[in-house]
């Protein structure tokens, strides 16, 4: 590997609280030589470095170390060791010391007056500030080393000034007028904030780690003869490996022996079982019905589907949307604003009033009111939530780009073949010209397709079957046209194509009939030019695809098929689709083309459907490429959406997802943004309790990540 050559490395952050962190750790990342890109997320604590080969891992831990935070190489972006610290002992602790505190503020609403002493109120507040409100000190003191700021320096600026005033006052001689339970109050719900808020990001991850848990540790394999219980990691491609009644298949193959139904719902989201018998394709992670199967191992370890399956998942959890840069703009100057204005509300109260305690009890509300934890979640966790649902109904976004551009999607072209029909034409007429026999021109056209895997191929030589074919000699491809090859016996040259080839051979056509299907045409060049036969194919619609159809259009989508077909089969097809619009004789070159000519100059959101190798340039070209994973591997590492069942159903669920997705975002940001432009400047005009702002702050996020969850409840219409 040269030292350019990109690597792509996975960091597990410690210690990050809010969006200004965030920044903080990508602008440590982004400064080392050689690093890309630096992505990372809240929601997960994760950081995704793009950077060239020769940049070592110790080289990145030490630049996040530098910047006041802890990182490791991240084995398990799902599942964290939690510590002392994320568990619920600290807030359970924090509210028994506190509680004292605040009983005699609650026996006044009451009409009983009584006190605490002093000293009693120092020795409960001390240990909730300096033991149990460490972490903010810490956190803090690393932001202002790196020069910068975060939630936890708010936090440990606003509880330090309320305790130092309560200390001054109370070696003073004062005993009852102090703010102990501020400090200690402030500090024990931001730590239940954090508690709720660390319980509900792990719901957002769910869907991977249900999608981990799929995986099954061993497998009956056969050796010699001999069955054979072994750890996955084991097993070798080729294996034959015994899935018997009710288990969960283990690795990805090859049906030898066996007949059953296999439930894929969480893989694919298909919710009915499917049929499996010998040559079909299983995945590991499906549970077998009720027949015993025998499989040859196709793929293991990182290149089995739900291997590649989390991976995406975890890709689009951790990428950032479009949307996410107004938010760092925003952070990356949130916390010197916030101090800004807390002196300025000291500075104009004290010298407004003189009552400097009144003033420095309003900036201490202005500190611990601002959450700029609620901007640093409010994006990441839609995605995880909205992304983790997706998998579930067999929908993989591979980026939030692509969730996000998904959301203002106005049009949607379909390839025809293998998308919106089954792929699978069976040649249904081969009409001979001038009496030719019909058998032998079957046969001649077979020769001609021997050996292509072309769908209009499979259907001449699957109708030909049992039958001798001819030998053929200099067999060619004309691309987007047809194929020609030599036939020695009888010394003729053959050509075998669409109308568009017959004219470029000089050839002049009868008007096939606008029946539907698509239409080809046999013909020789040698020793004169003329047609044979017409040879008409259909293909089977896909049972769910004028429903489909019918839902985009109710969502506001046009939609548009590009086929190859001649216009008026195009037509056909459309009519019984409820197409919107149609592109006929289109060449595998051309769709590119013509998905740049739909996007009109970016006025539209075009999303591209396909399946084959052939789909794959414009895949790429569209705003958002959704590929069949019934199709090839080229078309799903090109596109940004994989629909794991070859369901157009799944088109307009992706579409509707999406939508739900970015308004929850756009909620929370508002909500986020809201909060903190309307608190802080009643804050600043002395209308909070610092208590009361502590709670809200801590509420804040909590509410962010909850709204964002409500996502997991979204179900296909």
């Known amino acids: 590997m040269s030292s350019l050559d990109p690597k792509q490395w996975t960091l597990a952050i410690e210690g990050m609280t809010c969006a200004s962190c965030v920044g903080r750790v990508e602008r440590a990342l982004l400064k080392l030589p050689g690093v890309e890109a630096a992505s990372i997320n809240l929601a997960t604590e994760t950081a995704t470095v793009q950077a060239q080969a020769d940049v070592a891992l110790p080289q990145l831990l030490a ?4 910047a006041g935070y802890q990182a490791r190489l991240d084995e398990d972006s799902v599942v964290r060791k939690q510590d002392w610290q994320a568990s619920g002992w600290p807030v359970l602790i924090a509210a028994l010391l506190s509680a004292p505190l605040v009983l005699p503020m609650l026996g006044m609403l009451a009409g009983v007056h009584w006190m605490i002493d002093g000293w009693w109120q120092l020795a409960l507040a001390t240990p909730v500030q300096f033991w149990l409100g460490a972490r903010f000190y810490k956190a803090g003191w690393s932001a202002l080393r790196a020069g910068s700021g975060n939630m936890d320096l708010l936090v440990a600026l606003g509880t330090s000034a309320a305790f130092g005033l309560s200390l001054y006052l109370l070696l003073g001689g004062e005993h009852h007028s102090l703010y102990f339970e501020s400090a200690a109050v402030v500090i024990t719900l931001v730590l239940l904030g954090k508690w709720l808020e660390a319980r509900a990001k792990r719901q957002t991850t769910e869907a991977i780690r249900a999608l981990k848990s799929l995986r099954p540790e061993t497998a009956r394999v056969l050796r010699d003869g001999q ?10 491609l080729g294996d034959e490996v015994l899935v018997r009644p009710g288990e969960r298949i283990p690795v990805d193959g090859l049906v030898l022996e066996g007949d059953s139904q296999v439930d894929e719902s969480l893989i694919t989201g298909e919710s009915l079982p499917v049929a499996k018998h010998a040559q079909s394709r299983v995945v590991g992670g499906a549970i077998n019905g009720e027949g015993q199967l025998l499989l040859r191992t196709t793929a293991l370890g990182a290149e089995s589907t739900l291997s590649r399956i989390v991976r995406l ?18 952070s990356a100057i949130f916390v010197p604003v916030v101090i800004a204005l807390a002196l300025l509300a000291l500075v104009g109260w004290g010298l407004a009033t003189g009552d400097w305690q009144q003033a420095l009890l309003n900036a201490v509300a202005v500190l611990v009111i601002a959450c700029p934890c609620a901007l640093g979640l409010a994006t990441p966790t839609a995605i995880m939530a909205g992304t983790g649902v997706a998998a579930r109904h067999g929908i993989l976004i591979k980026d939030a780009e692509a969730l996000e551009l998904a959301a203002h999607l106005d049009t949607v072209a379909f390839d025809k073949t293998g998308t919106l029909t089954v792929g699978h034409p069976a040649l249904l007429a081969l009409e001979p010209v001038a009496g030719e026999d019909r058998e032998q021109l079957l046969r001649w056209a077979a020769a001609l397709q021997a050996g292509s895997e072309h769908p209009l191929a499979r259907a001449v030589l699957d109708a030909a079957q049992g039958q001798a074919l001819p030998a053929t000699r200099n067999l060619r491809a004309v691309p987007g046209r047809g194929v020609a090859a030599d036939l020695p016996e009888q010394d003729l040259t053959l050509h075998l194509g669409s109308a568009r080839y017959m004219a470029e051979l000089g050839l002049t056509l009868d008007a096939a009939p606008a029946d539907g299907a698509t239409h080809s045409w046999l013909a020789t060049t040698s020793p004169q030019a003329r047609l044979l036969a017409r040879l008409a194919f259909a293909d089977t619609l896909k049972p769910g695809a004028a429903a489909a159809l019918a839902h985009l259009k109710s969502q506001g989508v046009h939609t548009v098929m590009l086929s190859g077909d001649n216009q008026a089969a195009a037509e056909a097809v459309a009519a019984q689709l409820g197409l919107q619009e149609v592109r006929a ?7 590119a083309r013509i998905v740049a000519e739909l996007k009109a100059g970016g006025s539209r959101r075009v999303a591209m459907v396909g399946d084959g190798i052939n789909d794959a340039p414009a895949l790429a070209a569209a705003d958002v490429g959704m590929a069949m994973a019934t199709g090839t591997d080229v078309a799903m590492q090109v596109a940004g959406i994989t629909l794991m069942r070859g369901d157009p159903a799944l088109v307009p669920q992706a579409i509707a997802l999406s939508r739900a997705t970015v308004r929850k975002i756009h909620q929370n940001l508002f909500w986020a943004f809201a909060y903190n432009v309307v608190g802080i400047p009643l804050a600043a005009f002395g209308l909070l309790n610092p208590v009361i702002a502590g709670g809200a702050m801590a509420l804040s996020s909590v509410c962010v990540v909850s709204n964002a969850l409500l996502l997991k409840r979204w179900k296909p219409a």
């Open 585 to 591: 004789e289109v060449l595998p070159e051309d769709k």
């Open 227 to 236: 069955e054979q219980t072994l750890p996955i990691s084991k097993l070798r």
């Open 313 to 330: 998942v975890e890709s689009a959890q951790a990428a950032k949307a479009p949307i996410q840069r107004l938010v760092d703009r925003v």
């Open 63 to 66: 630049a996040v170390s530098k």
